[in-house]
């Protein structure tokens, strides 16, 4: 995750105390050195939508094999014996889960942070006051788009409205909520008025994801924007981030999924504020890019052990056999391995970039995708070869 608003105009929120401290430099198995990661949960498949660009390639029917409520707890005990900060409990729909809420407090009692990545469909008012009651720190609502273009894209009528009256639930318990959204083709043109919903509705938060290339969305290639348009999201979103600044609304901006937006957002600061682009360059520093498989991790219904969510066709272990912290530090997978130490394995542009640093490589998931190559250069990066040095290497070679 990029921290627009932290990098942009220095706000304080519970997140950066994980991407942006000194401590997390050189820490290879957690966020900082001493904890683990942050723990993605796909709790179930099932799910009450069918969404196109799925990654976990969820319907509405039942799954076999899932993790019982015994062995979910047991591997939340495992969470809180490595000190992993965060669970985030996702998909499928977590709330098509029976046992969720029970298991939610579990983890919120044990010291978790425990939060939700949801369609928001199923959050009435009484959920969204259980939700309060037993300290889920975060509840983020998935929208990608306005109206019928959400439905469209989650593939059912009336989401949008029921995703919205979720929102609404958990504002009205002082549950704190936010968005999420994908950008894509379809939904480029609606950013302007995604950031007037969330002035309208005072939402305080907003996250918004660059398509990954994996389950239903694997399919979707062809409907990511361009690089020009990725540019021009990026401008808008800073933009928009300082408007609210300066109107005084507290509301969070992140982007999430490519780390080369903390580099296009420091090369834009050093021309409009050279003071606060050397601040945003040490703390992109101690960020150190991205982080799967090092900072945060994934789980999925039947226990199996992933870099990330985006990346389940490579497994390092089953929580059913192995308590999660011992798999996390076996490094006699290749795949894992690599990722705690990338640089030296990353080939094209990402091997010569100067800003590697920084952005580590970007996301792994969308390299294979397209190339099959897991440490080829992410074809999302839309930073010119320019911007990344390479015409430097070209004049002084």
Known sequence: ????????????????????????????????????PVVVWNCTKTCNLRCIHCYAGSDNRKYEGELTTEEAL????????????????????????????????YAAKKGIRTTFSTNGTLITYKIAKKLKEIGVGYVGISLDG????????????????????????CLAVGQKVGLRFTINRHNFHELDGIFD????????????YHLVYSGRGSKMIEEDISHEETRQA???????????????LNIEVLTVDNHADGVYLYLRLLKEDPQRAGEVLKLLKYNGGNRSGIAIGE???????????????????????????????????????????????????????????????????????VTGNFWE??????????EIGLTEEVVNG
């Not at 198995?29 to 001493?34: E, F, L, Q």
């Not at 919903?197 to 918004?208: N, T």
């Not at 990026?234 to 005084?248: A, N, P, R, W």
Request: charged fraction near 30%.
């Open 74 to 105: 047991t591997f939340i005990d495992d969470l809180q014996e490595f000190k992993v900060p965060v669970l985030l409990i996702s998909g499928g729909e977590p709330f098509m889960r029976e046992d969720i809420l029970y298991l939610a407090e």
């Open 299 to 369: 789980v999925d219904w039947y226990g199996n052990v992933h870099p990330d969510q985006f990346t389940q066709n490579h497994t390092f272990g089953n929580v059913r056999e192995r308590k999660f912290g011992e798999i996390w530090t076996d490094l006699s997978n290749p795949i894992l391995k690599g990722l705690k130490d990338r640089k030296g394995l990353l080939v094209g542009r990402c091997a010569k970039c100067k800003w590697l640093d920084i952005c580590n490589g970007n996301f792994r998931a969308r390299a294979e995708a």
């Open 234 to 248: 990026l401008d808008l979103i800073i933009d928009k981030v300082q408007y609210f600044h300066k109107k005084g």
């Open 377 to 386: 250069s992410d074809p999302a990066c839309y930073l010119t070869d320019e």
């Open 1 to 36: 995750m990029i921290g627009i608003s932290k990098l942009l105009v220095n706000t304080n929120n519970f997140g950066d105390s994980l991407r942006y401290t000194h401590n997390s430099q050189g820490a290879c198995h957690g966020t900082t050195h001493g904890r683990g």
């Open 146 to 169: 306005l109206g019928e273009n959400n439905d469209r894209f989650r593939g059912k009528k009336g989401a949008f409205d029921l995703a919205l009256e979720g929102i609404r639930n």
């Open 197 to 208: 919903l969330l002035e309208e509705e005072k939402i305080p938060r907003v996250c918004f």
